[in-house]
C-alpha cells in the first residue's frame, strides 16, 4: 500500500488561518448588515482579530526554527502578514461604525461586506489548493478570482460615492464624510484579499 505524504506544516497553519478569517469575514458582514443593532457583536471581531495575530506569531515563530520551508520563506512570511492585514481591515470597519455612532444602513455598504464573504472564501479554497499549486490550476483560478470580486468592489465603491454625495445636501456634509470615511475602510478589506491573492499569483509564476 502506498504510504501517504504528510502535507508540510505550514500549508496545514495556513490552511487554519484562512479558515479562520472566512469565519471572521461572515461574523463582519452580519455586523454590518444589522449595525447599529450588532453593536455588541463588534468585540467578536477583536477575538478574531487577536486570534490571527497569534496565528501569524506561529507561523513566524515556525519559520525562525525551520531548516526547509516548502515555499521560499519569504512568501510565507509575506502571506501570513498579508492574511493578518485582512482581517484587521475588517475589525478597522466595524470599530470605526461604532466611533462615528452609525445609525442608519447604505446599501452599499451590505454590498461590499457581502463581497468580502465572498473574496475571503475564495482565498480560502486558494489557499487550501496551495500545496499542489505547480499542477493544481485551481491555486491560479481562485486567485484571479478574488481579483475579480476586488474589481466588482470597485464599482460598487464608485456607485457608492456617487450616491452619498448626490445625497449630501439633503443628508449634510458631516454624514457624507463620515460614510466616506466608511467605504474608504471597507474597500481596504477587498484590497487586503487581493494583495493575498497577489502573493499566490507572484509564488505560482516563480515556477512557471
Keep these: 500500500m502506498p504510504r501517504i505524504k504528510k502535507e508540510d506544516e505550514f500549508y496545514t497553519m495556513l490552511k487554519e488561518f484562512a479558515a479562520l478569517i472566512v469565519e471572521a469575514a461572515e461574523e463582519y458582514h452580519d455586523i454590518v448588515c444589522e449595525f447599529p443593532e450588532s453593536k455588541s457583536r463588534i468585540p467578536h471581531m477583536k477575538v478574531y482579530e487577536s486570534t490571527c495575530d497569534e496565528r501569524v506569531k506561529a507561523i513566524m515563530e515556525k519559520l525562525y526554527v525551520s ?101 449630501e445636501e439633503k443628508a449634510g456634509g458631516k454624514y457624507a464624510v463620515t460614510w466616506l470615511r466608511i467605504f474608504d475602510r471597507m474597500e481596504l478589506c477587498l484590497d487586503a484579499c487581493d494583495h493575498v491573492s497577489g502573493i499566490v499569483r507572484d509564488i505560482i509564476m516563480k515556477d512557471a
Design 67 to 167: 531548516f526547509i520551508t516548502p515555499i521560499d520563506r519569504e512568501d510565507i512570511s509575506d502571506l501570513a502578514l498579508a492574511m493578518d492585514d485582512v482581517c484587521d481591515a475588517m475589525y478597522g470597519v466595524a470599530v470605526r461604525m461604532d466611533l462615528f455612532n452609525l445609525s442608519d444602513q447604505r446599501l452599499e455598504a451590505n454590498q461590499i461586506s457581502e463581497l468580502t464573504v465572498r473574496a475571503v472564501r475564495e482565498m480560502q479554497e486558494m489557499i487550501d489548493h496551495l500545496p499542489n499549486y505547480k499542477k493544481d490550476r485551481v491555486v491560479m483560478e481562485k486567485a484571479l478570482a478574488v481579483g475579480s470580486i476586488e474589481d466588482e468592489g470597485d464599482t460598487v465603491y464608485q456607485t457608492a460615492l456617487r450616491r452619498l454625495f448626490s445625497d
